[in-house]
């Protein structure tokens, strides 16, 4: 396994903290339920950060099962949920908009909606 990037290994540690900090005995992530995210990578970096606390535990649902992935995508445009296209950092921007350009796809604009709702 890719050792997992500083940005999500910190954002956990953070809402360890916060849970810890605050009373909540669990903590998790919906990170998972996305098919382009490493579940693995995602569920160690929450039981490592959990683990600092034992009055703490990090619960690895697997949210892609029983069809949550479009589940998401059904919810989502049903509230009309901002959706972005990519994981949110530069570098993702970057490498998502050259892959949509070489398949003839316009670059993504930023802060415009991904999930439209259905028209009825």
Request: glycine share 8%; charged share 25%; with cysteine.
């Amino acid at each position: 396994m890719n050792a997992a990037p500083c940005a999500l290994i910190c954002a956990f540690e953070r809402t360890a903290l916060y849970a810890h900090e605050n009373g909540f005995p669990v903590m998790t992530s919906c990170l998972g339920i996305s098919r382009w995210k490493d579940m693995k990578q995602i569920n160690s970096c929450g039981v490592r950060a959990a683990a600092a606390y034992p009055d703490l535990m990090y619960w690895d649902f697997n949210w892609r099962k029983g069809g949550g992935s479009s589940r998401m995508i059904e919810i989502s445009k049903r509230e009309s949920f901002y959706q972005q296209e990519y994981c949110g950092c530069v570098y993702s921007l970057r490498d998502t908009n050259r892959h949509r350009v070489t398949q003839g796809r316009e670059r993504i604009k930023i802060g415009v909606q991904y999930y439209q709702p259905d028209e009825s």
